[in-house]
């Protein structure tokens, strides 16, 4: 009897053992599976527009909370400061002067309904990578990497895409030739001349059902909402409100939208294995007056190479991860998050080509580490400044882009401190030739580093 029991009392422990050997399985495949990633990305919301950034009138309480639950970013740039290039550098962690994606000098500087050209299919964006691990990748907002056949997102590695195919503005009378804007649902157009006042409540409801669909595996979502790109269109609930107006309006409107995402995020219970960033495409548009949006601080706005264009509002969030409450001056750029996704879903970066973008993570996790102290500003084809540390050389300055108004060319190139002088205000290349010398060298050998290859927005134009 007594034998018996002590055999019981051994399976006993040998049962516990083993279970709890499983339950640390299980734990540990919990923690190992690969974060969602989710990128906010706003069209033409310049670097003043958030009350976390120093707005005075726009109440943006969602995305104040969201910086105040996360990482808020002071010197984070795009990769190019018009909507197409921007867009190709985020997703494919590269210069668009690389993939064919910036302009030339017989383009415009994005893709327009008459182009033909879009994204290279040898081009492989996050949703395509992050398809080795098997997440589900979504896009719910505007496109703008070529609408023919063969270019749309769901030929680049998305499974599911809710929105529009290029700027919200490509319609008539402005562009003569073009349709009613088209509204897609994957690769069939479902709508034309959809009401404007609806996108965002609309996107949101995408959103929220995506995320809530895969809830219980890895995706990534990519949500470019069109606005606050002119023209401007706010719900109901939302028009007339805003002490900023109509522009104020749609702000205010997205930071209801972002919110309601960090909510659906928390109440399934995600909230700790999803990082998302939220940021813009660009800096404002100025050409538009009251209808374009503010840079703060910063000079000049869209499609210029001054920090106004370039220097966009980013704020990352990750509870559990990523400290709350934290500000870093440490300069990133939307190029990173191609190489930070590709990190934490252990997909390697290809090696037949250059990548643009460093992994986040060490920033995110210590807002205090520097992960790049490079920035080149692009306008078209052309290499028009470049950032080093504090220091930004421009080589060649163009106002808000005007057909009117010619490129002028600096010899020797224009030098700024932008950390003492973020405006751009004081030209001190006088006191620093040494640094003017670091930095055209550094300018001819990034060009020496670029290989030619045709320009997809000249395709058509
Ligand atoms: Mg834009």
Not at 67 to 79: I, M, N, P, S, W
Not at 207 to 223: G, M, S, V
Not at 389 to 416: D, I, M, N, Q
Request: charged fraction near 25%; hydrophobic fraction near 35%; proline fraction near 7%.
């Amino acid at each position: 009897m007594k034998y018996h029991v002590k055999n019981i009392l051994f399976l006993v422990a040998v049962r516990t053992f083993f279970l709890s050997f499983l339950s640390l399985g299980a734990q540990n495949k919990t923690i190992n599976t690969p974060p969602n990633i989710i990128v906010i990305f706003a069209d033409d919301l310049g670097y003043g527009d958030l009350g976390c950034y120093g707005h005075p009138t726009i109440n943006t309480p969602s995305l104040d909370k969201m910086a105040a639950e996360g990482l808020r970013f002071t010197q984070f740039y795009v990769g190019a400061s018009v909507c197409t290039p921007s867009r190709a550098a985020l997703l494919t962690g590269r210069l668009p002067i690389r993939s064919g994606m910036a302009g030339s000098d017989s383009s415009g500087n994005v893709l327009y309904p008459r182009s033909t050209g879009g994204l290279p299919a040898s081009e492989i964006t996050i949703a395509e990578a992050l398809r080795e691990k098997d997440y589900q990748s979504a896009i719910i907002g505007k496109w703008h990497l070529g609408h023919k056949e063969g270019f749309l997102p769901l030929n680049h590695g998305f499974d599911y895409w809710f929105g529009i195919p290029y700027s919200n503005d490509m319609i008539p009378p402005r562009y003569k030739t073009a349709p009613l804007l088209p509204l897609y649902e994957n690769e069939k157009v479902i709508e034309s001349d959809p009401d404007q006042r609806l996108l965002t409540k609309r996107y949101t409801e995408k959103a929220i059902h995506f995320i809530t669909e895969n809830k219980d595996r890895p995706f990534f979502l990519y949500y470019p909402n069109n606005f606050p790109h002119t023209p401007l269109y706010a719900s109901d609930d939302f028009q007339n409100k805003s002490r900023r107006g109509l522009y104020g309006d749609v702000v205010e409107e997205l930071d209801w939208s972002v919110g309601e995402i960090l909510k659906t995020l928390k109440s399934l219970g995600i909230a700790e294995n999803t990082l998302v960033i939220f940021t813009s495409d660009n800096g404002p548009w100025l050409l538009r007056d009251v209808e374009g949006g503010s840079a703060g601080l910063l000079y000049e706005g869209k499609s210029s190479s001054y920090e106004g264009g370039y220097r966009v509002p980013a704020i990352a969030w990750w509870p559990g991860t990523i400290k709350a409450g934290e500000t870093t001056a440490s300069v990133a750029a939307t190029m990173d998050i191609y190489a930070t996704a590709l990190k934490l879903a252990d997909v390697e970066l290809s090696k037949d080509r250059k990548i643009d973008g460093s992994d986040l993570y060490p920033l995110l996790t210590d807002s205090k580490k520097e992960v790049r102290d490079i920035v080149y500003y692009y306008t078209r084809h052309q290499l028009y400044a470049v950032r080093k540390g504090a220091w930004k050389a421009h080589f060649t300055t163009r106002p808000s882009y005007k057909k009117e108004v010619p490129p002028k060319e600096h010899v020797p190139p224009l030098l700024f401190n932008i950390e003492n002088d973020p405006s751009e205000q004081y030209e001190v290349g006088q006191y620093h030739p040494e640094i003017i010398e670091e930095l055209k060298k550094l300018f001819e050998a990034h060009l020496n580093d670029i290989e030619p290859v045709i320009s997809q927005l000249d395709l058509g134009y």
